[in-house]
């Protein structure tokens, strides 16, 4: 496994990431969690990535007690703020009163002092950013949080923070969570630029495309039953990749892979590792034997032929 700083900060984060999305806490058994977890940390994945919204914060007392054993130098674990945790007005947001009993409720459910990374984890328009970052700031100098985060904020957003960090003194941001894999590209045009210009670092979620870049659907095929098309929770968000279009790219991406003597989704992990501005890419495993195959496109080196043959794959 290598690692990257993520973003500006000296910071180390391993390549391949772990999170906990659509996974722990529920979706998948307990046990069968942990030793993915566990599985992750033997082959040097030392970033993890859950939220206080997963599963109402079952998914972080799952990650928490898969780690515990282990020193709590030796990993990274983020976690988010924003989602609905209650009924009230002021259970969701990014307000200061949030984020502060929102940090204070993840600590106590993962059993830390501190969290290494804490993810504003969408946009809340309904509250000025000096706010929201003047509370982040608060938790830096508290010691409850080391570095802050945001999750699927626009490039103007990010730009405004780091503006407003500067000017105020605040703790600046150092890492970005968008969607970025081979079938969504967006974040090229504008937050990859905005994100090197500022030191943000991109942790990309999706680098799979919801598990469409794994090769397991076929063109014209049903969808397995075990797989996350196929269940409840999970098929709604990856509707949007099964197009007839991106299973025949899938298609020729995997003779690509065939070619070069790696999975789908090695290739699909190490070509979105080919973008100096992502520091991880967050992958989702409910099996410890998922974890060892994507782990192997750390350090993997696509050729420049390769890389045109995918663009060309991709049009």
């Known amino acids: 496994m290598l690692y990257r700083r993520l973003g500006g900060s000296g910071l180390k984060v391993s390549e391949i990431s772990l999170g906990s999305w659509l996974t722990y806490g529920g979706y998948v058994e307990k046990q069968g969690a942990i030793d993915t977890i566990r599985k992750a940390y033997e082959l040097g994945v030392n970033f993890y ?10 998914a972080e007392k799952v990650v928490g007690e898969a780690l515990r054993g282990y020193a709590r130098e030796s990993y990274v674990l983020a976690t988010k703020v924003w989602g609905p945790m209650g009924d009230g007005p002021n259970d969701r947001g990014l307000s200061r009163k949030h984020i502060v009993e929102q940090c204070d409720a993840s600590l106590r459910r993962l059993g830390l002092d501190y969290i290494d990374l804490y993810y504003c984890h969408s946009i809340d328009p309904d509250t000025p950013i000096e706010e929201t970052l003047r509370a982040m700031d608060d938790l830096v100098r508290q010691g409850k949080v080391l570095y802050v985060g945001v999750s699927n904020w626009t490039a103007a957003m990010m730009a405004e923070a780091a503006h407003i960090a500067d000017r105020r003194l605040l703790d600046r941001i150092v890492a970005s969570q968008p969607p970025y894999s081979m079938l969504k590209r967006d974040i090229e045009r504008d937050v990859i630029p905005v994100g090197a210009k500022y030191g943000i670092g991109q942790v990309v979620y999706s680098p799979l495309a919801q598990g469409v870049l794994s090769g397991k659907y076929k063109p014209g095929a049903e969808v397995p039953k075990d797989s996350r098309a196929g269940s409840e929770r999970g098929g709604q968000a990856i509707q949007r990749y099964l197009t007839a279009d991106n299973l025949e790219r899938v298609e020729r991406l995997r003779r690509i892979a065939d070619g070069l003597g790696l999975t789908l ?5 190490a070509w979105v590792l080919r973008e100096p501005n992502v520091s991880s890419a967050i992958i989702g495993a409910s099996r410890p034997e998922q974890v060892e195959e994507n782990a192997k496109a750390s350090g993997v080196a696509i050729p420049a032929d390769a890389l045109e043959a995918i663009e060309a794959a991709l049009q």
């Open 49 to 58: 990535d859950t939220a206080n919204v997963y599963m109402r914060g079952e």
């Open 265 to 269: 989704s090695q290739l699909a992990l």
